[in-house]
């Protein structure tokens, strides 16, 4: 993080709205700008979704509309988080470059008509990737309202983390190559002698999609990594511009609760903090996908969203980013809610209305578990698309929805930020996660349910709990639990051995089963058994 990045950091919770004036008529724009400022909100996210009107034809930009509703969110004294348009190609570029497309796990090419349709390997579309993003930062990344960028939107949403491309196949084959060196090691490390699985050759290796049955644990393990590797790439590619065209401004990325399909901490180590998209009512469906909610609990929570899963994503993404400096000099974990439910939504089996206090609520929440800003999805709600059912600030009408006047009741003066003074950390792993939930043993067991079980106990105890990598520091801690840390090599528990020393320690089922590769540990020696490799017992 530079020097003016980091002094960005506002010394009270600071509110936002996601904004689309390509959207509306160009008549609206200096009003809603006037009233966003108003409500007292004090950044704006703008251009995600832009990328058709900022560059119509191939090569040809129309940057007139978007230095108009620039310009005057600066004159109302709004500050602008620029977004990279690369989540919605558009149209001319698949018809030139069909092959950015994403190929489904059932072997079926993704269509033009949504959105987060291209395949994070194919190289034509990182081209383009850079390119937009260049041209969007040498227009804009100096203009002294641009505070802050975020990449791309939502990586991974509508299943589109993993791609089946011949261009992901190759990509997949020359990382194995690179990783292993030989076919020696890289059928020893699988395990391939089990049912005849061995490979002579690079070319040979499937991507793990289209078996007859189960494919080997071990097989899908490093496909994981590798589609994990791909998104990660393509965003440093994107923060590398930004950083040299843009320079003093933060650069985050928001994502999605409870997402699994890549690594975030590896994905997120060029952020200069994480962000995440929050919408309790709809995020409250992971409870019946995990069988863990009755009728009663559900319907008890059914306008408000569980308070601890939200706090749990919360208490996640606080732990991506790598920090903003305390008061006492101390490393502070922050990190933003990028899009705030503020009323309705629109894509869960059921969508009621939060009741009345429920933004205020959700805001406070965020605040309370060390939120640094809390941007609301959205200002005005859509009038056409996929989304003309979900909320905004304002209705379609531009009169305000009920959420309105519970931000503008708000006095975030009185929300100071400062640290979650958390003495319990709860160990949270994504290769871990990979493993458990691809070989279950039983109907309902899953990593998050797990996990989130460990979390809701302790929260149930009034315990402030930072989610944290296994290998990351853990010197702060008075108890350190890891409900299902299945992924287990020599130097993690060495970590944790020495971590057990000032802290108590917590372990669930299956901790230690499985070595890096994916497999079981090899040796017969006791010392070195999947139950006593963390305590050495």
């Not at 004159?75 to 994403?102: D, K, M, N, S």
């Not at 390997?121 to 002294?144: C, D, K, M, N, W």
């Not at 008890?300 to 601890?308: K, L, M, N, S, V």
């Amino acid at each position: 993080m530079t020097d003016d990045a980091t002094n960005h950091h506002p010394a009270h919770l600071e509110l936002g709205v996601c904004d689309y004036p390509e959207q509306v008529s160009p008549q609206n724009w200096a009003e809603d700008a006037r009233q966003q400022k108003a409500l007292g909100l004090r950044y704006v996210r703008i251009a995600e979704f832009a990328w058709s009107r900022l560059e119509p034809q191939p090569g040809e930009y129309a940057w007139a509309w978007l230095d108009t509703a620039v310009e005057l969110y600066a004159a109302a004294g709004l500050e602008i988080v620029f977004c990279t348009p690369t989540a919605a190609p558009p149209a001319w570029l698949i018809e030139q470059h069909p092959e950015i497309l994403p190929i489904g796990r059932d072997g079926h090419t993704k269509t033009f008509g949504s959105r987060r349709h291209y395949d994070f390997s194919s190289p034509v579309f990182r081209q383009h990737s850079r390119r937009i993003t260049r041209a969007l930062a040498e227009r804009y990344g100096q203009h002294p309202a641009v505070v802050g960028w975020q990449t791309d939107n939502e990586f991974g949403w509508g299943d589109t983390a993993h791609s089946f491309t011949p261009a992901a196949r190759q990509g997949f084959q020359t990382w194995l190559q690179q990783r292993y060196g030989s076919l020696d090691a890289l059928n020893t490390a699988w395990g391939n002698v089990f049912w005849s699985m061995e490979y002579s050759g690079w070319a040979q290796i499937p991507l793990p999609n289209q078996a007859v049955a189960e494919v080997n644990p071990s097989h899908a393990l490093d496909f994981l990594r590798y589609s994990s590797d791909q998104v990660a790439e393509f965003q440093e590619e994107q923060v590398a511009i930004l950083r040299e065209c843009s320079p003093g401004r933060f650069v985050t990325h928001n994502y999605m609760g409870f997402f699994s399909a890549y690594d975030h901490y590896r994905v997120s180590r060029c952020l200069d903090f994480a962000s995440w998209d929050s919408y309790p009512t709809g995020t409250l469906e992971a409870l019946r996908e995990w069988k863990l909610a009755d009728p009663a609990l559900a319907l008890t929570y059914a306008r408000t969203g569980h308070p601890d899963v939200t706090a749990f994503n919360h208490d996640l993404y606080r732990g991506m980013g790598t920090g903003k400096p305390g008061s006492g000099g101390e490393t502070v974990p922050g990190f933003w809610v990028m899009e705030q439910q503020c009323g309705q939504v629109n894509w869960a089996p059921s969508n009621p209305l939060p009741p009345q206090g429920a933004v205020q609520l959700w805001t406070q929440q965020a605040w309370a578990h060390g939120a640094d800003a809390v941007a609301y999805f959205r200002w005005r709600a859509a009038t056409s698309g996929q989304e003309v059912l979900h909320s905004g600030l304002l209705r379609q009408n531009s009169t305000p929805d009920r959420g309105y006047p519970e931000v503008q009741a708000l006095k975030v003066e009185d929300l100071p930020l400062g640290r979650v003074p958390a003495r319990v950390a709860v160990l949270h792993d994504y290769e871990s996660l990979w493993l458990y939930n691809m070989q279950p043993h039983a109907d309902g067991m899953n990593y998050w349910a797990q996990v989130f079980a460990y979390y809701r106990a302790l929260r149930s105890m009034g315990q402030d709990v930072d989610l944290v990598h296994p290998d990351s520091d853990l010197s702060g801690y008075a108890l350190i639990v890891a409900p299902a840390l299945t992924l287990m090599t020599p130097d993690r528990a060495a970590h944790l051995a020495a971590a057990a020393q000032h802290a108590h320690m917590v372990f669930g089922p299956r901790t230690g089963f499985r070595n890096e590769s994916g497999g079981t540990p090899r040796t017969d020696s006791r010392a070195h058994s999947p139950r006593c490799w963390a305590c050495r017992c």
